[in-house]
């Protein structure tokens, strides 16, 4: 079963930079179609960015200009650039399957994003 680990959060004031990865345990396809969800205290959990058909990307409205996902299949890796980060951009991060939904199996320890001056 592959699993993802999700690194790269951490504190930074508004105005911030972060780059998030997430890496799969082995070589998968699914890493073709990979996104980023985030969870905040107290809401739900909304998908950020992530990879449909053809390579094509989709944003959350609250993201777009800001964020920018992409990937590198040859290391099983997604990565996820966060500039000009907000406070309403605190979160937990997580990657999951984004075309056909996420996977159960699939959700990791997360990583947290802070945005705070």
Do not use: H
């Amino acid at each position: 079963q592959v699993q993802f680990v999700e690194s790269g959060g951490g504190l930074v004031p508004p105005g911030g930079s972060l780059r998030l990865s997430c890496t799969a345990s082995k070589s998968t396809a699914g890493i073709l179609v990979m996104g980023w969800y985030r969870q905040a205290p107290g809401k739900r959990r909304e998908l950020v960015a992530g990879f449909t058909t053809g390579g094509r990307t989709i944003y959350a409205d609250s993201v777009k200009g800001r964020f920018a996902i992409s990937r590198d299949v040859a290391k099983n890796t997604v990565y996820l650039q966060m500039n000009s980060l907000e406070p309403e951009d605190t979160a937990v991060y997580y990657c999951n399957r984004v075309l056909g939904g996420p996977v159960d199996d699939y959700w990791g320890q997360g990583t947290q994003v802070t945005v705070s001056s």
